[in-house]
């Protein structure tokens, strides 16, 4: 079984930055990526960014290219997100994703979540 732990959400003025952090334990699968997600009130859950375990290859939402950069840490067994300039419409639950096949921005190739991790926006 995959764990996946979200953590590093929070209140922060329109602006700031966050960095969150997403641990992984149990089984993985040779070329598998992790990917990072947000998802609004009454809103489909969106892409942010995607990084394979080794490389690493990333790739991220037009919304959030110059803003945002995804890392991972292999001895730590954990996946960062660093959020820069952050907007109030950014304000969502952070979810972070395994996709076994490698990365990709669709929500549909991700096979275990974690929980999540709300990010609060104030204007």
């Known amino acids: 079984q995959v764990q996946l732990v979200e953590s590093g959400g929070g209140l922060v003025q329109a602006g700031d930055s966050l960095r969150l952090s997403c641990t992984v334990s149990?089984?993985?699968?040779?070329?598998?990526?992790m990917g990072w997600f947000r998802q609004a009130p009454g809103k489909e859950r969106e892409f942010v960014a995607a990084?394979?375990?080794?490389?690493?290859?990333?790739t991220y939402a037009d919304s959030v290219k110059s803003r945002f950069t995804i890392s991972r840490d292999n001895v730590k067994n954990t996946v960062y997100l660093q959020m820069n300039s952050l907007k109030p419409e950014e304000t969502a639950v952070y979810y972070c994703?395994?996709?076994?096949?490698?990365?990709?921005?669709?929500?549909?190739?991700?096979?275990?979540w974690g929980q999540g991790t709300q990010v609060t926006v104030s204007s």
């Open positions: 994703a395994v996709n076994q096949a490698g990365i990709s921005s669709y929500v549909r190739d991700y096979n275990y």
């Open positions: 149990g089984r993985t699968f040779r070329n598998y990526g």
């Open positions: 990084i394979t375990w080794s490389g690493p290859w990333t």
